[in-house]
């Protein structure tokens, strides 16, 4: 399922009476729309309401992140100090994580690999949003095999019921693309570009059983099974985001404005105090959300979901492990320096790993006692 040739220019698709703008290459690649000089005038030309203006992005990682285009050769950073691992085994969680049980490292590297990994039979895939690719890597001996190029800066991937992996370009002319056959998925809401929903990057993707994809945008859309896309649903501007196994259940990591923790939150023994979120919804049966409500009280990006519906997420340090009757934390693992999110992945999805976001990139596994859950497994 390998993928090296360069993005062809598509003309107009006309696919169930909706008009879809053609992906052109019209962005640079590793340039996050919202920072390309070019947006302005293809906003203009392209969207009936203008989009307010981006707000200055927050700065993360290192000054190559955040989207901004590498010169060549830029990616051949000095040597990274080494990701702080807990020097201690984590705690037992029961029915989680046995006694013993420690981080290890897998692989290290650069490209912005923080959104959107999905996991395999054989370990972990990332889409390289600086790199424009997409990379398999091996929970064995962490080798890694890159199955796509020239992704225009796509840093979100999700696999739809048919088995196929599909990825958010962020390049200018956002949109989401199966990978191979390179396809156009959707592009447009209301018949004018995403562009046109504003300049925040398209962040985070998961797919459901039905064959849509959620995604996170400055806030929470969906793209049904023909690619026609809903929302905002909610409040919530949203980053990290994951469905329930039986496809009831939204989440969306943040908090609600004025949502506060109740004074007598249960904090696992050892654990800091927590300071991000999670934000759920009810899914209906044609996809749209209903019923925003404050879940739980820890989360922060990237958010894994075991097949017992059990919620893994990145924050202040660590992995909040939640209930999903109730969200009340069950544990709380100790994770590498600066993880901003987990998946899991390997043989049996018994392996949870944590991706960190620090001078350079690198992740680390640890074995689980449960299995991850993912609505569709990869067809290679």
Same mark, same amino acid.
């Given at each position: 399922?390998?993928?090296?040739k360069?993005?062809?220019?598509?003309?107009?698709?006309v696919?169930?009476?909706?008009v879809?703008?053609?992906?052109?290459?019209?962005?640079?690649?590793?340039?996050?729309?919202?920072?390309?000089?070019?947006?302005a005038?293809?906003?203009a030309?392209?969207?009936?309401t203008?989009?307010?203006?981006?707000?200055?992005?927050?700065?993360?990682?290192?000054?190559?992140?955040?989207?901004?285009?590498?010169?060549?050769?830029?990616?051949? *950073?000095?040597?990274?100090?080494?990701?702080?691992?807990?020097?201690?085994?984590?705690?037992?969680?029961?029915?989680?994580?046995?006694?013993?049980?420690?981080?290890?490292?897998?692989?290290?590297?650069?490209?912005?690999?923080?959104?959107?990994?999905?996991?395999?039979?054989?370990?972990?895939?990332?889409?390289?949003?600086?790199?424009?690719?997409?990379?398999?890597?091996?929970?064995?001996d962490?080798?890694?095999?890159?199955?796509?190029?020239?992704?225009?800066t796509?840093?979100?991937?999700?696999?739809?019921?048919?088995?196929?992996?599909?990825?958010?370009?962020?390049?200018?002319n956002?949109?989401?693309?199966?990978?191979?056959?390179?396809?156009?998925?959707?592009?447009?809401?209301?018949?004018?570009?995403?562009?046109?929903?504003?300049?925040?990057?398209?962040?985070?993707?998961?797919?459901?059983?039905?064959?849509?994809?959620?995604?996170?945008?400055?806030?929470?859309?969906?793209?049904?099974?023909?690619?026609?896309?809903?929302?905002?649903?909610?409040?919530?501007?949203?980053?990290g985001?994951?469905?329930?196994?039986?496809?009831?259940?939204?989440?969306?990591?943040?908090?609600?404005?004025?949502?506060m923790?109740p004074?007598?939150?249960?904090?696992?023994?050892?654990?800091?105090?927590?300071?991000?979120?999670?934000?759920?919804?009810?899914?209906?049966?044609?996809?749209?959300?209903?019923?925003?409500?404050?879940?739980?009280?820890?989360?922060?990006?990237?958010?894994?979901?075991?097949?017992?519906?059990?919620?893994?997420?990145?924050?202040?340090?660590?992995?909040?492990?939640?209930?999903?009757?109730?969200?009340?934390?069950?544990?709380?693992?100790?994770?590498?320096?600066?993880?901003?999110?987990?998946?899991?992945?390997?043989?049996?999805?018994?392996?949870?790993?944590?991706?960190?976001?620090?001078?350079?990139?690198?992740?680390?596994?640890?074995?689980?006692?449960?299995?991850?859950? *993912?609505?569709?497994?990869?067809?290679?």
């Amino acid at each position: 399922m390998r993928i090296d040739k360069a993005l062809v220019v598509v003309t107009v698709l006309v696919a169930s009476g909706i008009v879809a703008l053609a992906q052109q290459q019209v962005g640079t690649p590793g340039v996050q729309a919202g920072r390309d000089p070019n947006r302005a005038a293809f906003v203009a030309a392209n969207c009936k309401t203008q989009p307010a203006p981006p707000a200055a992005p927050a700065a993360r990682g290192n000054a190559a992140r955040g989207g901004r285009a590498a010169a060549p050769g830029a990616n051949a *950073q000095p040597a990274a100090p080494p990701v702080l691992i807990p020097p201690d085994p984590a705690p037992a969680i029961p029915g989680v994580l046995a006694a013993g049980q420690r981080w290890r490292k897998v692989w290290g590297g650069t490209g912005n690999n923080t959104d959107g990994a999905t996991g395999t039979d054989k370990g972990l895939l990332l889409a390289q949003n600086d790199l424009s690719q997409i990379i398999e890597i091996s929970l064995a001996d962490g080798r890694v095999e890159v199955l796509a190029k020239d992704t225009f800066t796509g840093g979100a991937i999700a696999v739809r019921p048919d088995g196929n992996l599909y990825v958010g370009y962020r390049a200018l002319n956002r949109g989401i693309w199966r990978v191979d056959p390179r396809t156009l998925f959707t592009n447009t809401m209301n018949g004018e570009p995403l562009e046109c929903l504003g300049a925040a990057v398209l962040n985070d993707m998961v797919a459901d059983k039905k064959g849509g994809i959620y995604m996170t945008m400055g806030g929470v859309y969906y793209a049904n099974a023909r690619g026609v896309v809903s929302g905002r649903y909610g409040r919530v501007g949203g980053n990290g985001i994951a469905v329930s196994p039986d496809d009831r259940t939204l989440y969306v990591t943040g908090r609600l404005m004025g949502a506060m923790p109740p004074a007598d939150l249960k904090i696992p023994a050892g654990a800091p105090t927590p300071t991000g979120g999670l934000v759920a919804f009810d899914i209906q049966p044609d996809g749209s959300l209903t019923n925003e409500r404050q879940f739980a009280w820890g989360g922060g990006d990237g958010t894994a979901v075991d097949t017992q519906g059990r919620l893994y997420t990145p924050g202040n340090g660590g992995a909040w492990v939640i209930d999903p009757r109730n969200g009340e934390f069950l544990g709380f693992i100790p994770t590498p320096a600066g993880t901003h999110g987990l998946h899991f992945g390997g043989p049996g999805r018994r392996t949870l790993f944590s991706i960190q976001l620090n001078a350079q990139t690198s992740v680390h596994a640890i074995d689980t006692l449960v299995r991850g859950y *993912q609505a569709t497994e990869w067809k290679r």
